[in-house]
C-alpha cells in the first residue's frame, strides 16, 4: 500500500516554517522589499554557487544539475502532481483516520491537504531527486518576511532590527541548501533510499532518514550564511534561539503537522553536528552509507554512535481472526517522536510527554475498517524496561481518559485495564516490555481482539 510520508521524494526549502533557520541565518528582508520578484538570473547563480557548495560539502558533483525558475503557481502544480503521482486518496483517508483516532489531528482533518496547503504556500526551492532538478520559486523573499516580521508584534519587530544590520541575499542561502541535497543525491542515492523507505511501513524511519537529509543541508547553509555574515558564537546562539521562537507555532496549520514538519530540520542538524564532532567528515559520509533507522537515533545521537540502539520488532498486530469482517486499511510505526508528540499535544507537558517516550524501543499500529464504517486500532509497543513499560501504561490511561472523556473504566489494574463508551470499548494490557492497546471494537470482542493483536513473536534487541 502507497502511504502517507510527510517527506515524499522531493525536500524542499520552505520559506517561512521549515526554513526558520533560513530566516535566522541571514535572510535579510530590508534591501529586498523594494524587488517585485525574483531575480531572472536565478538559475546562472545557481550555477554559479556550485562550486561553493561542493567546497562546503566536500563533494563535487558527478553530473550536471538542471536549474529551473518556476512562478508560485507552478510550484504548487509540480507539488500537487507529485503528491498525487504518489498518495491515493484512499490513503490519505486511511491514515488521517489513524492520526485522528490516536489524537494527533482533529476528526475530518485531511493530513495530505494540510500538507499540500502548507508546501504550496511556504515553498521556495526544491530538489526533486526523481526527476535530479533543481527548481526556484521567482518571488520577492523580501515582502514575505517584511508580512511575517508585521505579524509577529516585538518578536517581529526585533527581528526586522536584529536582521536589517546585514546586507545579505536570502535567495543564496536557499541555492545552497537545495544544491546540497543534489549533492548528497549525487553520491548516496537519496532516491533509492526513499523508495526503499517506502515499503517499510513506517513513519518513524522515514522521519528519521528525512532528518538526516534535511540536518545536513540546513547545516551547511547556516554555515555559508553565518561566514558571510561575520556573526560570531555569541550571536550564532542568539539566532538559534530566535528560530525555534519562529518556527513553533508560527502558521495557521495543525501543530501535529507542523512539529514533524519542523524537527527533521531543527534535530536533523544537530544531529549531523554531533556525528561530525565525534568522527569528523568521513562519519557523516558513513552515515548517508549506512543511516539512522528511527527517530530516537537522530534525538539521542549517542544511540546511533559510538553504540547503536536497534529497534526491537514483533509480528504486527492482526485482528482478522478476531473481526472476519473488517478489512486492513492501515499500518505504521510511530516511534519516539510522534509518540512524545501525542502526549505533549494533549497534555501540555513537554516533560511528561519526553519522558514517557523515551524509553521507546518498537511500535506496530494497525487500523481496521468495519464494514458500517467503524474504525479499530491494534497497536503493540515494545520498551527499553519492564519500567519504560510500566511508565507508557500508566500514562496511556491517562491519555484515554483525556482523548474519550465520555468513557469509564470497567478495570483499571497494574497490568490490565478496560475503558469502554458509546457501546465500544478500548483494552491495555503491560507484560514484561510489552504493551498492547486495542480501541474502537465492540466491548463483546474486546478480550478476543487483545488475544489476537498480542504478538506471537518479539525479537527484543
Known amino acids: 500500500m502507497k502511504r502517507l510520508n510527510l517527506s515524499r521524494s522531493y525536500l524542499p526549502a520552505i520559506v517561512l516554517l521549515l526554513s526558520a533557520q533560513i530566516l535566522v541565518s541571514g535572510a535579510v528582508w530590508a534591501n529586498q522589499k523594494a524587488q517585485q520578484s525574483g531575480s531572472p538570473n536565478i538559475a546562472e547563480r545557481a550555477r554559479e554557487m556550485m562550486p561553493v557548495a561542493e567546497d562546503l560539502r566536500g563533494l563535487s558533483f558527478i553530473t550536471d544539475l538542471p536549474v529551473e525558475l518556476v512562478t508560485q503557481e507552478e510550484m504548487s502544480r509540480i507539488i500537487a502532481r507529485e503528491l498525487q503521482r504518489q498518495i491515493s486518496e484512499e490513503d490519505d483517508l486511511a491514515f488521517s483516520a489513524m492520526y485522528t483516532m490516536l489524537g494527533l489531528i482533529q476528526q475530518g482533518s485531511s493530513m495530505l491537504g494540510d500538507y499540500r496547503t502548507m508546501a504550496e504556500e ?41 536582521l536589517g544590520a546585514f546586507d545579505f541575499d536570502m535567495t543564496d542561502t536557499i541555492i545552497v541548501h537545495e544544491l546540497i541535497h543534489a549533492l548528497d543525491d549525487q553520491h548516496f542515492d537519496i532516491q533509492g533510499k526513499m523508495d526503499e523507505l517506502l515499503e517499510s511501513d513506517s513513519d518513524d524511519s522515514q522521519l528519521a532518514y528525512q532528518s538526516l537529509l534535511e540536518g545536513n543541508a540546513t547545516r551547511i547553509m547556516n554555515e555559508y550564511a553565518y561566514s558571510r555574515l561575520g ?47 565525534t568522527g569528523g567528515q568521513n562519519a557523516l559520509d558513513r552515515v548517508f552509507v549506512d543511516p539512522p533507522v528511527s527517530m530516537e537515533q537522530i534525538l539521542h545521537p549517542e544511540r546511533y554512535s559510538p553504540s547503536r540502539d536497534v529497534p526491537s520488532s514483533a509480528t504486527k498486530p492482526d485482528l ?51 464494514p458500517n464504517g467503524d474504525l479499530a486500532l491494534a497497536w503493540v509497543t515494545v520498551w527499553d524496561s519492564e519500567a519504560d513499560a510500566g511508565e507508557f501504561f500508566d500514562a496511556y490511561l491517562d491519555y484515554l481518559d483525556i482523548i474519550f472523556p465520555q468513557g469509564s473504566w470497567r478495570a483499571r489494574e497494574s497490568d490490565y485495564a478496560l475503558y469502554t463508551g458509546m457501546a465500544l470499548a478500548a483494552a491495555v494490557e503491560r507484560e514484561d516490555r510489552l504493551v498492547v492497546v486495542v480501541e474502537g471494537v465492540p466491548e463483546r470482542l474486546i478480550d478476543r481482539c487483545l488475544d489476537a493483536a498480542r504478538p506471537d513473536r518479539v525479537a527484543y534487541r
Request: glycine share 10%.
Open 122 to 162: 511556504q515553498v521556495a526551492g526544491l530538489y526533486d531527486p526523481e526527476a535530479k532538478r533543481f527548481y526556484v520559486v521567482d518571488i520577492d523573499l523580501g515582502s514575505v518576511l517584511a508580512a511575517m516580521f508585521g505579524g509577529l508584534g516585538a518578536l517581529g519587530s526585533f527581528m526586522e532590527g536584529f
Open 320 to 370: 482478522s481472526g478476531a473481526l472476519p469482517d473488517w478489512r486492513l486499511e492501515a499500518t505504521d510505526t510511530l516511534g519516539e517522536l510522534i509518540i512524545g508528540l501525542m502526549f505533549e499535544m494533549k497534555t501540555a507537558d513537554k516533560e511528561l510527554a519526553a519522558r514517557v517516550a523515551d524509553g521507546w524501543d518498537y511500535d506496530a499500529v494497525t487500523t481496521w475498517r468495519a
Open 231 to 277: 556573526m560570531d558564537e555569541t550571536m550564532i546562539d542568539t539566532y538559534s534561539e530566535l528560530s525555534v521562537s519562529l518556527a513553533e507555532g508560527m502558521l495557521e496549520y495543525s501543530p501535529f503537522l507542523e512539529r514533524i514538519m519542523i524537527v527533521p530540520y531543527f534535530q536533523g542538524e544537530a544531529f549531523v553536528n554531533y556525528i561530525l564532532d
